[in-house]
């Protein structure tokens, strides 16, 4: 069975724009549509199993098998924490100025918002769509 069958550029589309292109994960743009739930447990392309999603957590989240947004969510919000950490310890290694990891701090602020206004796109979509 083709997994790919049925899910058109066109259905693409309508999920981008119904999430404002917006990752659903992690607040980021959104280029891809993810499947909350494998396809391979719910054979169709359902509009509640579609969420838009930036390609690096589509990417991470690709092999993990999640039954619920809120735990697929949960898991995205985890590793984004840690890909921050690892960052800011690579920023130090790079002996960086007081300055320049002040400037960072107030891009991963900016970041932190983006994902909060992600989450107010999430119970927008809960709100028209319903849970899983």
Request: with cysteine.
């Amino acid at each position: 069975m083709n997994d790919r069958a049925g899910f058109t550029k066109a259905l693409k589309k309508r999920v981008l724009e119904r999430d404002n292109h917006v990752c659903q994960y992690c607040g980021e743009r959104a280029v891809c549509v993810d499947h909350v739930v494998p396809v391979a447990f719910i054979p169709n392309h359902d509009m509640k199993n579609l969420v838009a999603s930036c390609e690096r957590c589509n990417k991470k989240l690709s092999d993990k098998v999640f039954t619920t947004f809120e735990a697929k969510h949960a898991y995205a919000q985890q590793f984004a924490l840690h890909d921050e950490t690892q960052q800011t310890i690579r920023d130090l290694k790079k002996g960086r100025s007081r300055d320049e990891l002040d400037a960072l701090k107030q891009a991963r602020r900016i970041r932190r918002e983006a994902v909060h206004r992600g989450k107010k796109n999430i119970v927008k979509y809960r709100q028209t769509f319903g849970g899983f």
